[in-house]
């Protein structure tokens, strides 16, 4: 009495369970405007918003470093000392994996640095829809080279 049941809701469940597909091709996203559109957008909010939060992690270890505004600075100098072409499309040959990460959040906008190694970084929003800016450091000052600044915080004694 129970087998007729059991067998018409598997398969109405299996049927419904298939049935079941979502098609991100109906999804309306815009181009990003420029190769730089993130990256202008941090460094924006980092010069309107005084208040943030940011943590530095190394990926290898799982080690986490907090940035104070002095940290910051580095970032501000980064930044201002970039050019239209340091960003670059896609870096071949780059390890997907990042060695080091920065969470910034501004006003409730969290933004992602990933740091793969000391020639290339990339940069998006936490929830962005678009591709990251990929930024080429080989003509940025060791000063502001982002790589060394997270190996030094990262190894700093505390």
């Known amino acids: 009495m129970k087998l007729p049941y059991i067998i018409i809701s598997i398969i109405i469940s299996s049927v419904l369970l298939v049935s079941c597909t979502f098609s991100d091709t109906n999804l309306p996203i815009s181009p990003k405007p420029s190769n730089h559109f993130y990256t202008e957008n941090l460094f924006n909010s980092l010069n309107e918003y005084k208040e943030f939060s940011s943590t530095l992690y190394e990926t290898n270890l799982h080690k986490e470093s907090s940035l104070n505004k002095e940290d910051m600075e580095v970032l501000t100098n980064f930044f201002s000392s970039l050019n239209t072409d340091d960003f670059i499309d896609d ?19 969290k933004y992602v640095i990933n740091i793969y190694d000391a020639d290339f970084i990339s940069i998006y929003p936490w929830d962005g829809n678009k591709q990251m800016d990929f930024i080429s450091m080989k003509n940025i000052p060791v000063a502001y080279n982002l790589y060394r600044f997270c190996k030094y915080k990262i190894d700093k004694p505390l």
Do not use: E, V
Not at 91 to 109: A, H, L, R
């Open 91 to 109: 870096p071949y040959g780059i390890d997907k994996s990042p060695s080091y990460k920065i969470f910034i959040t501004i006003n409730s906008m």
